[in-house]
T-cell receptor, first 113, second 112 residues
Framework: AQTVTQSQPEMSVQEAETVTLSCTYDTSESDYYLFWYKQPPSRQMILVIRQEAYKQQNATENRFSVNFQKAAKSFSLKISDSQLGDAAMYFCAYRSNAGKSTFGDGTTLTVKP | DAEITQSPRHKITETGRQVTLACHQTWNHNNMFWYRQDLGHGLRLIHYSYGVQDTNKGEVSDGYSVSRSNTEDLPLTLESAASSQTSVYFC???????????FGQGTRLTVV
């Protein structure tokens, strides 16, 4: 079974600074997807960024980028120019080719003005 | 616009009662999932379905059941509610050709 580990229960960053959230996973599959989701206090799960395992190039979405290290099974999220609206719980998720997803326990991000 | 909706948003029930949480999606997705989220934890998979008449157990399926009679709906039933099932429940759907899942707003269930 796949496992996803987020080793940072809480992180904080100063507004306009950069922060990196860590995620490692364990799998025996070669074809899969990885995601970062944001969950604000509203509870809504919002997709931040996705990465296909077969792609070597790291995904980027505006201020959000990932560092995907397939051999090390590492998938970190970098948030640049942090904004107050980035404050939320962030979940790393692994999706197998069959479609099931496994989530980490989350990292609570605080943005200080 | 296509969407996925859960009802009710909040529910309080008594121990031992049967409870059904509704999930309805208009994406026409074959894949549908139910997760629970407890404080300090991520989402854990309860049951999932890859199409009509298909249902499968996830990692925390004890005490829960689902049925899939059409593409749009995957209701989650708690056969006999227990206090340990107090949680926030999320329904999600996905298209196998696209990786990401779309989530409902969540249902907060309290068992007293």
């Amino acid at each position: 079974a796949q496992t996803v580990t987020q080793s940072q229960p809480e992180m904080s960053v100063q507004e306009a600074e950069t922060v990196t959230l860590s995620c490692t996973y364990d799998t025996s599959e070669s074809d899969y997807y990885l995601f970062w989701y944001k969950q604000p206090p509203s509870r809504q799960m919002i997709l931040v960024i996705r990465q296909e395992a077969y792609k070597q190039q790291n995904a980027t979405e505006n201020r959000f980028s990932v560092n995907f290290q397939k051999a090390a099974k590492s998938f970190s999220l970098k948030i640049s120019d942090s904004q107050l609206g980035d404050a939320a719980m962030y979940f790393c998720a692994y999706r197998s080719n069959a479609g099931k997803s496994t989530f980490g326990d989350g990292t609570t991000l605080t943005v200080k003005p | 616009d296509a969407e996925i909706t859960q009802s009710p948003r909040h529910k309080i029930t008594e121990t031992g009662r049967q409870v059904t949480l509704a999930c309805h999606q208009t994406w026409n997705h074959n894949n549908m999932f139910w997760y629970r989220q407890d404080l300090g934890h991520g989402l854990r998979l309860i049951h999932y379905s890859y199409g009509v008449q298909d249902t499968n157990k996830g990692e925390v399926s004890d005490g829960y059941s689902v049925s899939r009679s059409n593409t749009e709906d995957l209701p989650l039933t708690l056969e006999s509610a227990a206090s340990s099932q107090t949680s926030v429940y999320f329904c999600a759907s996905s298209d196998p050709r696209r990786a990401e899942a779309f989530f409902g707003q969540g249902t907060r269930l309290t068992v007293v």
